[in-house]
């Protein structure tokens, strides 16, 4: 799962040969005619058109994106309303429009060249490093729990749903110190590469 960001009218870098042919393709895909040889030469063409062209397409895991989003509602928040700010944690098409990408894309360049985002990856990483240590520990105490069960149940292939009930409520508070946080990482260059994205976009839409 993740989120698919697509510009709405993105600057174009293209030879246009290779807009050309790739549209040769997509008629090809839309009626199924496509061969596999040419199924690899399509991917392969929109990789490079994406790579010379980033206001084309943006796509972060929903780890990923979590708190960049949230880094960017909270340095952006004389950019966006409350509407765009919510609906970028959604998947539901919502529109960013051009002079707000535009002014996104100003906001974050500045805070990587001050140095913000630098201080934020540090801190946020930081934060990812110490529950991962956490949650490293959680999980001994689990499989250790575990050992325990199939012990004292003679059921090699138990698992925590139908644990004993003092086993299962053991299990269910061993579970809940997990750190969530070592899951939404954060990083200078998942912003540079949203900024770009941000000025040759000529807005974009959230998928």
């Known amino acids: 799962m993740g989120f698919d960001l697509y510009g709405v009218n993105p600057k174009n870098n293209a030879m246009e040969d290779d807009l050309n042919r790739r549209d040769a393709l997509d008629e090809k895909w839309s009626d199924g005619s496509l061969t596999e040889e040419q199924q690899e030469e399509y991917f392969a063409l929109t990789k490079a058109i994406r790579a010379d062209n980033p206001g084309e397409y943006f796509r972060n895991n929903v780890w990923w994106w979590r708190k960049l989003w949230i880094f960017v509602c909270n340095v952006c928040d004389d950019i966006l309303s409350e509407e765009d700010m919510n609906y970028g944690h959604s998947n539901d098409n919502h ?39 956490i949650n490293k520990q959680v999980e001994k105490e689990v499989q250790e729990l575990r050992k325990l069960v199939i012990k004292a149940t003679g059921n090699e292939d138990i698992v925590p749903m139908n644990y004993p009930e003092e086993w299962k409520e053991q299990y269910e508070k061993i579970r809940s110190k997990e750190d969530w946080s070592s899951r939404y990482p954060f990083h200078k260059d998942n912003v540079k590469e949203f900024s770009k994205f941000c000025r040759q976009s000529g807005g974009f839409r959230i998928c």
């Open 95 to 133: 529109l960013i429009t051009e002079d707000k990408a535009l002014a996104i894309a100003d906001k974050l360049d500045a805070l990587l060249e001050d140095g913000t985002v630098d201080t934020i990856q540090k801190d946020v990483m930081e934060q990812v490093e110490a529950g991962r240590r």
